[in-house]
């Protein structure tokens, strides 16, 4: 699969025009990391994972359009990297950030993610780690938030 995703990339590179980033079927930059950083992750490869974050984050520091969704899919997926190299401490710093999010911005791709990190957090090797616990109960928080926040029909 992350063969795959490398071929795409190297095939468009020049080839694609410019994307404004503003469509709902818009692919610029930070989306086409976020696509390669869940190949990572489904891959069980969270340091292709994280390079791929980073790729979205340099582009958003090169002007790409910021979009509230992608980037906290992104800060979401990062820390579903850090916890599978077992570094609580790294996911937290992704985690907090997104905590911050609007309930009208937390859909359900982005609970979907906030679901994953507490589905690995209830793994045997995090039972006693309270940083494990405190996080599953910030994401508890943050996604009743988001069923209460979101618009009727949406949830």
Known sequence: MMEALNRAGEASNGQVAADSGLS??????PRQALFALSVGIQCG???????????????WARGDPWVA??????????GVAHIIR???????????????????????????????IDRRLRQQRFQRDPAAGRMREQIKAFNSGALRGAPKGDA
Do not use: I
């Open 86 to 116: 077992g570094d609580l401490g790294a996911a937290q710093g992704e985690l907090a950030p997104v905590l911050t999010l609007d309930p009208a911005f937390r859909m359900a791709t982005v609970v979907a993610y906030t679901s994953e």
């Open 45 to 59: 490869d969270p340091d292709a994972a994280l390079r791929a974050a980073e790729m979205a984050d340099q582009a």
């Open 69 to 78: 969704a992608t980037w906290a899919q992104v800060r979401l997926g990062a």
């Open 24 to 29: 709902a079927w818009s692919c610029p930059r």
